[in-house]
Structures are given as structure tokens and as C-alpha cells.
């Protein structure tokens, strides 16, 4: 099963709003990642988490907050954020993060958010 | 740094003509993976296929194939009689192996929108 899924599947909330995005996987992988992609451009990396800590934050505002309570959980916690952050938020896991074993660097996502901060 | 460029903003052929994706990318690391993602316009990143730098074997699945040219620095990929359902946007991607200064993330290329006309 190479599944990661993501819900929910869209999210309109105001900017004093306060929402979480869940994304999960049960292939045992042990990095999991949020992206965030707005129209016509490649994902942009926010955040990587390995063995459930926090490894990389790309220098993402704290109106994000992530959370990883277990290895198969991701959260993406959204609070007063602003209409520019307006995007689709991917989820994705790979078995492994910046290992040099090849296959464990594949990342698998998930379908993604549609976030509309209004 | 790494970067991985995809000249080709947008390409649109015909139903069952042959097209190449073209992917060039820049890194000082010695050991390093390259990636194919197709995203359909439901928004999910799908894996196609990932090249590890120290194998330059050419590689067919099904309509689909990969040349990686480590001397031009190059990872194009093929396209055999394209069908409606390859329409789509098409990244190519780079990370370094343990112990790069970026190891682990992904580099994306700008993308290729791909449309197939029937």
C-alpha cells in the first residue's frame, strides 16, 4: 500500500480562524514532509520530520505550527494566517530521510489540501 | 547549491506522437538521486521513477523512458505515443545522498505542463 491520504480534501477559513490539516500513512515510513505548492510552481519544502522529530523547518512563519504524534500522524496546525497563504499543502513520507540507501529517499505524496484563507 | 532546470514551460502534442521531457540539473555532490513526478490536475504529486548517479542504465517502463546522461548532466524523459490521460505537469527533482549540504530535500525543477490533444 503506497497510500499517504490527506484531509481534509478542501479548507476555506478566515484569517482569525484556527484549523488543522491531517495527513497520514501506514507503510512504515519514518520521514514524513509538509509542502506547500502555489499555482504553477513546483512544492516548496516547509517542514521534515524524521523518527518523529522535527529535522528541518524551511524558516516557515509560526502561524504554521506542525506536529508529529506518531510516525504514521502529521499535523499542520493553521492560525492567523493571511490570503497569501492561499495554496495546495502536500503531504508526503519516504521510508527514510537523507539516507544512502536510494530507495528510501522516494517520497510518496499524498493528494493534498486545497487551503483558500479568505 | 542544487538546481534542476526544465526549459520547456509548456509542451502540447497530439495524441500518439512521441514527446521528451527535458531536465537538467547542477550539483557538486558526487552521489546524488534524480526523480520524475507526473501531477494530474486532481493535484497529487505521483513517483514515476527514481535514478541514483552512480547507475547511468537507461530505463523503459511500458510508453515511458528515462536517458540519463551524467556527462551533459541530463535526465530527459520519453513519452512513446502519447495518450489523453499523460496530460499533466511533470517535475523532474534532485536530492544529494547522506552528507550533502542539502541531503535528503528535494530540488525541484520549474515543471513542463504537458497537454495531449485527442
Known amino acids: 500500500d503506497t497510500e499517504v491520504t490527506q484531509t481534509p480534501k478542501h479548507l476555506v477559513m478566515g484569517m482569525t480562524n484556527k484549523k488543522s490539516l491531517k495527513c497520514e500513512q501506514h507503510m512504515g515510513h519514518r520521514a514524513m514532509y509538509w509542502y506547500k505548492q502555489k499555482a504553477k510552481k513546483p512544492p516548496e519544502l516547509m517542514f521534515v520530520y524524521s523518527y518523529e522529530k522535527l529535522s528541518i523547518n524551511e524558516s516557515v512563519p509560526s502561524r504554521f505550527s506542525p506536529e508529529c504524534p506518531n510516525s504514521s500522524l502529521l499535523n499542520l496546525h493553521l492560525h492567523a494566517l493571511q490570503p497569501e497563504d492561499s495554496a495546495l499543502y502536500l503531504c508526503?513520507?519516504?521510508?527514510?530521510?537523507?539516507?544512502?540507501?536510494?530507495?528510501?529517499?522516494?517520497?510518496?505524496f499524498g493528494p493534498g489540501t486545497r487551503l483558500t484563507v479568505l | 547549491a542544487q538546481k534542476v532546470t526544465q526549459a520547456q514551460t509548456e509542451i502540447s502534442v497530439v495524441e500518439k506522437e512521441d514527446v521528451t521531457l527535458d531536465c537538467v540539473y547542477e550539483?557538486?555532490?558526487?552521489?546524488?538521486?534524480l526523480f520524475w513526478y507526473k501531477q494530474p490536475p486532481s493535484g497529487e504529486l505521483v513517483f514515476l521513477i527514481r535514478?541514483?548517479?552512480?547507475?547511468?542504465q537507461n530505463e523503459i517502463s511500458g510508453r515511458y523512458s528515462w536517458n540519463f546522461q551524467k556527462s551533459t548532466s541530463s535526465f530527459n524523459f520519453t513519452i512513446t505515443a502519447s495518450q489523453v490521460v499523460d496530460s499533466a505537469v511533470y517535475f523532474c527533482?534532485?536530492?544529494?545522498?547522506?552528507?550533502?549540504?542539502?541531503?535528503?530535500?528535494?530540488?525541484f525543477g520549474q515543471g513542463t505542463i504537458l497537454t495531449v490533444h485527442p
Open positions: 508526503a513520507s519516504s521510508q527514510d530521510f537523507g539516507t544512502s540507501v536510494p530507495s528510501y529517499n522516494e517520497q510518496f
Open positions: 550539483t557538486r555532490d558526487t552521489t546524488y538521486y
Open positions: 535514478r541514483n548517479s552512480f547507475d547511468e
Open positions: 527533482a534532485l536530492s544529494e545522498a547522506a552528507g550533502g549540504t542539502s541531503y535528503g530535500k528535494l530540488t
